[in-house]
């Protein structure tokens, strides 16, 4: 059975995305940081389908703490799944904050810097030795990258600076037939950032083609996708998928 690990499981797309997963077949590592009721009630959720998953404990924005993680995922692979390597990362966990420039605080620039940027790098640094030859790697950013909104510089500078990154793992990476990718959500009915009221939703979706704000199931079927065979030829690439939010 092919594994992966998904950062910020217990909730939104994270959740999403370790179901999916799971109904196509794939052994699920997630990781929470402060809500275990939720990430539990997310691997109840997979076995009650016949799946098999793992919920365990993890703050992407301490990077002390990845050492420790890569030995306690080598020792569940073993344990739980009886191998010794991943199939998959996906670099999801985070959450929003909104100030303007001119009211950000340097512990709210370098929470969000932690958690967005210095976190996938060195935790996927971290994993890269349990990632089998022809792995994937699914890195999330955001739409806020290509189009500004007020409020969010720092949480979009870091999100552009892991799509950045997102080439360079995968050309240092491909010579292991790893591929790494990046989906690039748009306005989607999650909790972060505290959610959307009714009325920023409906501005959302005014700016949307669709005419609507997304749903974190259909961002998790593109990631669970860019794991799988069926993404073997797409490498190196951020995926929008915000049903065309401001084009």
């Known amino acids: 059975m092919n594994v992966a690990v998904i950062t910020g499981g217990s909730r939104g797309i994270g959740a999403h995305t370790a179901l999916e997963c799971a109904r196509r077949g794939m052994g699920v590592i997630l990781t929470y940081h402060q809500?275990?009721?939720?990430?539990?009630?997310?691997?109840?959720?997979?076995?009650?389908?016949?799946?098999?998953?793992?919920?365990?404990?993890?703050?992407?924005?301490?990077?002390?703490?990845?050492?420790?993680?890569?030995?306690?995922?080598r020792e569940v692979l073993h344990t739980v799944w009886n191998q010794d390597s991943l199939a998959g990362l996906v670099n999801n966990a985070g959450y929003g904050s909104f100030n303007l420039i001119e009211s950000v605080e340097e512990a709210q620039f370098d929470g969000l810097f932690n958690v967005h940027l210095k976190g996938p790098f060195f935790l996927t640094q971290r994993l890269l030795p349990l990632l089998a030859r022809g792995a994937s790697i699914v890195n999330l950013t955001s739409a806020t990258t290509r189009a500004a909104f007020p409020g969010v510089a720092p949480y979009a500078a870091f999100k552009g600076g892991l799509e950045v990154l997102t080439r360079y793992m995968a050309k240092e990476f491909g010579e292991r037939g790893i591929r790494v990718n990046a989906v690039s959500p748009g306005p989607i009915h999650t909790e972060l950032g505290g959610g959307l009221t009714p009325d920023f939703e409906a501005q959302l979706a005014a700016q949307t083609a669709l005419g609507r704000v997304g749903e974190p199931g259909e961002v998790a079927k593109v990631i669970a996708m860019l794991l799988s065979d069926d993404a073997s030829w797409i490498n190196a690439q951020s995926i929008d998928v915000s049903g065309g939010y401001i084009i």
């Open 35 to 73: 809500n275990p009721t939720a990430a539990e009630a997310v691997v109840e959720r997979i076995a009650s389908g016949g799946g098999k998953a793992l919920a365990l404990p993890l703050d992407v924005g301490d990077a002390k703490a990845f050492p420790a993680f890569a030995a306690t995922v």
